[in-house]
């Protein structure tokens, strides 16, 4: 998971009106496609979508503690 995270070291939120296309994917990709921003905290949907991607099991929560 680590290898498969570090290729987004960097990626960050657009300020204003426009969101990042890469984060608002992540978080259709793991179920919830009701976020329709880069502006919904993204620390949790982020680690879920790593491990979605190496076949690791997910928490299916976005809150920072889970």
Known sequence: MIR??????GLQEIAGD???????QMFKDIGFAWVKDDETSWCSCFINWVAFQVDCEMNN??????
């Open 4 to 9: 498969s995270a570090s290729q987004y070291i």
């Open 18 to 24: 426009k969101d990042n296309p890469i984060i608002v």
């Open 61 to 66: 929560a976005l809150d920072a503690r889970s």
